[in-house]
């Protein structure tokens, strides 16, 4: 795990604990009754940055108790999530490159996965509330094609939404 990936697990630590979530390495995990949301951090493979993943898996199509992002059928990353007036500060925080002090970093990630990240999350926490949240959401998330029907999409219907986009 990279110094950075390292960094954001500690800061996160806190906040994704008092939500209910359960980690593992650089995962978290809160299990509900038909999904599993999962946020993870993930270190890039070019520099000193990093990345802020949520992710909602949909418990009708599989038994994975921690299930690797790479499984979630809705995926987001925090960054799509801030609007503009945030996205920049959100790409410095995520840089450690970048001067800022640990304890102001920590913090402003932390209010803005609050608000932003944590909002968007509980959101699906039935397969119901997912079914309206995509019917609504702005913008789309990665939706994996498999995961379309229970969702109450079928794939021509959800191709024809420009917005709309598959993993």
């Not at 959100?90 to 001067?99: A, H, N, R, S």
Request: glycine content about 6%; overall charge neutral.
């Amino acid at each position: 795990m990279s110094e950075a990936t390292l960094q954001l697990v500690n800061f996160f630590e806190p906040t994704l604990k008092a939500f209910g979530f359960r980690k593992s390495r650089q995962t978290w995990y809160l299990r509900k009754d038909e999904v599993v949301l999962v946020v993870n951090v993930q270190g890039s493979q070019w520099g000193n940055q990093a990345y802020v993943n949520l992710g909602v898996y949909l418990r009708a199509l599989g038994d994975e108790v921690r299930p690797p992002l790479s499984h979630c059928h809705i995926l987001q990353r925090l960054g799509q999530l801030v609007g503009r007036e945030n996205a920049l500060r959100l790409m410095e925080l995520l840089d450690f490159d970048k001067k800022i002090s640990a304890d102001d970093r920590s913090a402003e990630l932390r209010r803005l996965l609050e608000n932003f990240g944590m909002p968007w999350l509980q959101q699906f926490d039935s397969l119901e509330s997912a079914r309206k949240v995509l019917r609504s959401d702005s913008p789309r998330p990665l939706v994996d094609p498999n995961a379309l029907p229970i969702l109450g999409w079928t794939l021509q219907e959800w191709q024809g939404n420009t917005s709309g986009e598959l993993h």
